[in-house]
């Protein structure tokens, strides 16, 4: 910017100290020579004028009278006439000089103003373009509530209807297994009536567990002693799929929440885990101090998230297996937001997926 305002100055200077020069230089009798140089002045003046504005205009003009003026009581006094001429030539720069910056600082004073028209429309577009994704969020934020809400109304009655029934199945089919123990095929029809049973009560139950109220009380948390109770209860069906445990417990403090709302909801991930690795793998949890959150890291050794949308595995009924309810992670994320926290899934390296979890070490209390 600078620079070509130096390049501007020098040639308007370097044009005035040339065509000035050709006037001293030039004798009287050429006054032919005399009038191109005189009306060559007009091309500093009027560039003066374009570059600078009224001040650009005036300036140039005034030095250029200034400079031409001797030239004519010098050389062209004693020549009757011709200085009149010459002076009203002088008043003519002035003119065009104030004339030309005029012009030329109206149009740059309208260039500025629609080039800030131009940068305020530009930033109300990107606050327009911001608002626009809050409210698509937000939009989404409402639907999802929506569907909680309606699967709470859903959930209260479907618990008060199934539940009783269920537990009258499971009393009659157990009291069915003693009497026809001797029955074998009898034995397994009773089996399979019993599995489905528990099936359908825990599908039940993960609807209760959606519509209940995940407010959390002011206790004291030991987050990785609600990981190894957790262990305990996945370790059978982990061992019968060969899959292997791994915690990695960091030095990290107590938080403030529901210790068996957290055991429920690293259940359901760690259970997650186990069921995407049929043919065997590895379930890595970690807990760490990441700033002034608590960090906590269930990695597997599964399939992956397969180019499905990690957030869309959070929307309640959203499952990827036939006997799948879609309803464990997004109780998950019910309970981990409840305490304030956050909960992501990422794909892992080489292969797998990682669920991240951040809960505020302080105030995690929502």
């Not at 059978?236 to 292997?244: C, F, G, H, L, W």
């Not at 994320?333 to 990422?346: F, V």
Request: contains cysteine.
């Amino acid at each position: 910017m600078q620079t070509g305002r130096k390049r501007r100055i020098i040639t308007i200077l370097l044009l005035t100290a040339g065509i000035t020069t050709l006037h001293y230089s030039t004798t009287v009798h050429a006054d032919h020579y005399h009038d191109i140089y005189r009306r060559l002045y007009y091309i500093p003046i009027v560039l003066g004028g374009l570059w600078y504005g009224l001040r650009g205009g005036i300036a140039t003009a005034v030095g250029v009278s200034l400079l031409y003026a001797p030239h004519v009581l010098l050389q062209w006094g004693h020549h009757v006439g011709v200085p009149l001429e010459q002076y009203l030539e002088m008043i003519l720069y002035n003119v065009i000089g104030c004339l030309t910056g005029f012009l030329s600082g109206k149009e740059q004073h309208q260039r500025r103003k629609y080039q800030e028209t131009a940068r305020d429309l530009e930033e109300s577009y990107a606050k327009l373009h911001q608002q626009t994704d809050l409210l698509l969020k937000t939009e989404e934020r409402i639907q999802s509530a929506a569907r909680l809400a309606t699967l709470g109304e859903l959930s209260a009655g479907l618990a008060h209807e199934i539940r009783n029934p269920l537990a009258s199945i499971r009393l009659v089919s157990d009291n069915l297994r003693d009497i026809m123990e001797e029955c074998k095929d009898g034995g397994e029809y009773l089996d399979i009536l019993r599995k489905e049973v528990d099936r359908l009560n825990q599908v039940v139950e993960q609807y209760l567990s959606m519509a209940r109220s995940q407010r959390t009380r002011h206790k004291d948390v030991d987050v990785n002693q609600a990981i190894r109770d957790m262990l305990l209860l996945v370790r059978q069906p982990a061992q019968k799929q060969q899959v292997s445990l791994e915690f990695d417990a960091g030095e990290i403090p107590l938080i403030e929440g529901e210790q068996v709302q957290l055991q429920q909801a690293f259940l359901n991930l760690a259970l997650n885990a186990i069921q995407a690795m049929p043919d065997g793998g590895a379930l890595q949890i970690v807990t760490a101090i990441d700033q002034s959150c608590l960090l906590i890291t269930f990695t597997d050794t599964g399939p992956g998230l397969q180019e499905i949308d990690p957030e869309q595995i959070f929307t309640p009924f959203y499952t990827t297996r036939e006997k799948g309810t879609g309803l464990g992670l997004a109780i998950t994320r019910r309970i981990i937001e409840s305490h304030s926290g956050t909960i992501h899934a990422l794909a892992a390296e080489p292969a797998g997926t990682t669920f991240s979890i951040q809960i505020p070490c302080e105030d995690n209390l929502s």
